[in-house]
């Protein structure tokens, strides 16, 4: 659950050079207990998250309680959607669904982690299931209380529904109780992608498609140091090249063109190798992964055309791993003697 909380603490106006300053020392915080401790870093996820969860139950249960219906008139002001479903709606409807998609990213992360999951044929569908319908269920909650309390015009040209919706029931100062939660949401949210991405270059590495020193795993604290510092040099540069909506816009054009290839992967696979015996089962193959498939394609084709020139330069970064991939493969060896994070 990242939107609201990362959105309600980069939409306060200030300086950019404060903005900056508060991602540079976040993102160095967050590498930094990584760096020393799996458990710790795992401990730590679950306190950020339980109180992000903790913090949208204490809206929902306040909102329902404490919050006053808007009125009949009110409502009077609710656009008409009546209009014919057009390309340009479509578009539209897309580039909305931008920022969602960078809330709901969270369902692939676990897969990071499979290696040191215990019992991962039955942990992580159980994981991404749970995890999944309570994050449904809780923004279904959270707008459902939106829109009672607060006018469709309201909801639609606010840039912190969240705090206006407390302000509505529980004053400035429960608002800025709010704001509080949403920022420690946000530094949960910028938690738990190091702890995940940290994994996918170290497990190139390890497997000699990536630079050799990303797999080096540290003899005390047996974290991926190195691929932890290569995500945490790489994270404060971008934070450095632009803005909140910008840089989570790249990030979902360039994430959402490997869940197509994903996808086209899992219809490859059972074409070549049909009888393979497979651990997980896509339900509702094979359209449950094509329409998903259009989805991403859609998704992304959009993103391109409203944002051509920054999606350019995040394709052409993509494009330029592949002579990087062929010129390190090599036939699988054995892995790496170093033993794997804990």
Do not use: C
Request: glycine share 8%.
């Amino acid at each position: 659950m990242k939107v609201v909380s990362v959105t309600a603490l980069f939409s306060a106006q200030g300086p950019r050079l404060s903005t900056l300053w508060l991602s540079e020392s976040h993102d160095l915080l967050v590498t930094a207990i990584n760096y020393l401790s799996v458990q710790l870093s795992g401990a730590i996820q679950v306190l950020l998250t339980s109180l992000k969860v903790g913090a949208i139950v204490l809206i929902v249960v306040g909102g329902i309680l404490l919050g006053t219906k808007h009125s009949q008139a009110a409502r009077l002001d609710i656009p008409s959607v009546s209009a014919p479903l057009a390309m340009g709606t479509i578009g539209v409807l897309l580039t909305a669904l931008v920022p969602a998609m960078w809330a709901y990213n969270g369902f692939n992360d676990l897969g990071d982690l499979g290696e040191e999951i215990l019992h991962p044929q039955k942990n992580i569908p159980r994981a991404i299931i749970l995890g999944l319908l309570t994050v449904g269920v809780l923004y279904l909650l959270a707008n459902v209380v939106y829109f009672r309390i607060l006018p469709f015009a309201a909801v639609a040209t606010s840039q912190h529904v969240a705090s206006d919706a407390v302000q509505s029931f529980a004053g400035s100062r429960g608002a800025a109780w709010l704001t509080v939660a949403m920022a420690i949401s946000a530094l949960g949210a910028l938690h738990v992608v190091v702890l995940t991405g940290a994994r996918i270059p170290y497990a190139m590495a390890r497997d000699g498609v990536f630079f050799r020193f990303a797999e080096r795993v540290h003899p005390i604290f047996h974290t991926p140091s190195g691929a932890l510092l290569f995500l945490g040099l790489i994270a404060a540069l971008l934070a450095l090249s632009g803005t909140f909506e910008e840089l989570y816009s790249l990030f979902v054009f360039a994430v959402w063109i490997f869940f197509a290839l994903t996808a086209i992967a899992l219809f490859r696979l059972r074409s070549k190798e049909p009888n393979l015996s497979r651990t997980y089962r896509a339900w509702g193959y094979p359209w449950t992964p094509l329409i998903f498939l259009i989805a991403a394609i859609a998704l992304t084709v959009n993103l391109w055309m409203v944002r051509p020139v920054r999606s350019s330069l995040g394709l052409v970064v993509i494009l330029a791993g592949i002579p990087f991939f062929y010129r390190w493969r090599k036939p699988l060896a054995p892995p790496s003697q170093a033993s794997a994070p804990e």
